[in-house]
């Protein structure tokens, strides 16, 4: 998989004018909560380590998000583009933008990169992804968008919601997007996201039968081409930490910052969405053997390098 790197001045534009300037973020606290982390066991970093470590995993965190969701929502527009019958399957999709949350995830990028002491570098989004999300079919394409949303709104109330320790203005930015996925504004913005979640679950319950085993074949390849992307970002994630401490990581202290933030990007966007109990119970309307499946799924994922 071929991966560029680029860094946030030439990837990053400042916010749209009438939203303010980006927010002052407090390097001296933890971004991310342990229950993402997973850093607690990492042995060979020392505290203030694992805190930078945390942070430069944030600022990643938030980028892969914002390059798996526009991935997605280009991918959804393209293939609905003059099929009929396509865009009829992704109208929950169609209908409402309801992948729009970049403003606020690039008003924090700029942040991050105004406050960390070196600059952050990022994955781009790959042809390898590009080309799954293209040849996937649309109702596997309706399954990781379900996957996104219900990942997202687990990620806050179960992990950050009401842990006082962490950087306030990163839990705000994780707030916000659990805001708009799971609907709680009011008004016309409460009904877009509501319309936009129960269309995916209506859309894939019923979905026709024969259709069903491409989807999850489908949504299984998608994953794995999102595993190669985490994969890259660990890589890059080491680079950053190693310009952090100011010196070259020796091979154990590389393999081991890339071993576990890795290992915690696919905890955090992969292995959490999958076994979700909202999304676990919405894909059985896939077919009897649609658990077993999904189960399979973070199997293989585990056995990968």
Same mark, same amino acid.
């Given at each position: 998989? /071929?991966?560029?790197?680029?860094?946030?001045? +030439?990837?990053?534009?400042?916010?749209?004018?009438?939203?303010?300037?980006?927010?002052?973020?407090? #390097?001296?606290?933890?971004?991310?909560?342990?229950?993402?982390?997973? #850093?607690?066991?990492?042995?060979?970093?020392?505290?203030?380590? /694992?805190?930078? #470590?945390?942070?430069?995993?944030?600022? @990643?965190?938030?980028?892969?998000?914002?390059?798996?969701? %526009?991935?997605?929502?280009?991918?959804?527009?393209?293939?609905? *583009? @003059?099929?009929?019958?396509?865009?009829?399957?992704?109208?929950?999709?169609?209908?409402?933008?309801?992948?729009? *949350?970049?403003?606020?995830?690039?008003?924090?990028? $700029?942040?991050?990169?105004?406050?960390?002491?070196?600059?952050?570098?990022?994955?781009?989004?790959?042809?390898?992804?590009?080309?799954?999300?293209? *040849?996937?079919?649309?109702?596997?394409?309706?399954?990781?968008?379900?996957?996104?949303?219900?990942?997202?709104?687990?990620?806050? &109330?179960?992990?950050?919601?009401?842990?006082?320790?962490?950087?306030? *203005?990163?839990?705000?930015?994780?707030?916000?997007?659990?805001?708009?996925?799971?609907?709680?504004?009011?008004?016309?913005?409460?009904?877009?996201? +509501?319309?936009? &979640?129960?269309?995916?679950?209506?859309?894939?319950?019923?979905?026709?039968?024969? /259709?069903?085993?491409?989807?999850?074949?489908?949504?299984?390849?998608?994953?794995?081409?999102?595993?190669?992307?985490?994969?890259?970002?660990?890589?890059?994630?080491?680079? $950053?930490?190693?310009?952090?401490?100011?010196?070259?990581?020796?091979? $154990?202290?590389?393999?081991?910052?890339?071993?576990?933030?890795?290992?915690?990007?696919?905890?955090?966007?992969? %292995?959490? @969405?999958?076994?979700?109990?909202?999304?676990?119970? +919405?894909? /059985?309307? &896939?077919?009897?053997?649609?658990?077993?499946?999904?189960?399979?799924?973070?199997?293989?994922?585990?056995?990968?390098?």
């Amino acid at each position: 998989m /071929r991966v560029i790197k680029v860094d946030a001045e +030439s990837r990053m534009s400042e916010p749209k004018s009438g939203r303010g300037q980006p927010p002052v973020l407090d #390097l001296s606290l933890y971004f991310l909560p342990e229950g993402l982390a997973s #850093l607690t066991p990492t042995r060979v970093l020392d505290d203030a380590e /694992r805190r930078t #470590l945390n942070q430069i995993r944030a600022a @990643g965190y938030v980028h892969l998000f914002d390059l798996f969701e %526009t991935a997605l929502s280009v991918a959804v527009r393209e293939r609905a *583009h @003059g099929d009929f019958q396509v865009a009829e399957t992704l109208a929950p999709l169609l209908r409402l933008d309801v992948f729009d *949350h970049h403003e606020f995830f690039r008003s924090f990028e $700029v942040a991050f990169a105004n406050a960390f002491p070196v600059t952050p570098v990022y994955v781009t989004r790959t042809d390898d992804l590009s080309q799954t999300f293209a *040849h996937a079919s649309p109702l596997a394409l309706l399954v990781f968008a379900l996957h996104l949303k219900l990942m997202t709104q687990q990620h806050y &109330l179960a992990c950050v919601r009401g842990d006082g320790q962490l950087e306030p *203005h990163f839990v705000k930015l994780l707030k916000d997007h659990w805001t708009i996925e799971c609907g709680t504004p009011s008004g016309r913005e409460r009904r877009v996201t +509501s319309e936009s &979640l129960l269309g995916i679950q209506h859309a894939l319950a019923h979905a026709l039968p024969g /259709r069903l085993p491409a989807a999850l074949r489908d949504y299984r390849l998608i994953v794995f081409a999102c595993d190669d992307v985490l994969r890259s970002q660990a890589e890059l994630d080491a680079d $950053v930490f190693s310009a952090a401490r100011g010196r070259t990581l020796t091979d $154990v202290e590389r393999s081991t910052v890339v071993a576990v933030e890795a290992a915690a990007y696919r905890k955090i966007f992969l %292995t959490i @969405g999958i076994v979700n109990a909202a999304f676990v119970y +919405s894909t /059985r309307s &896939l077919g009897p053997t649609a658990p077993a499946m999904l189960a399979g799924i973070v199997s293989a994922l585990g056995q990968r390098t």
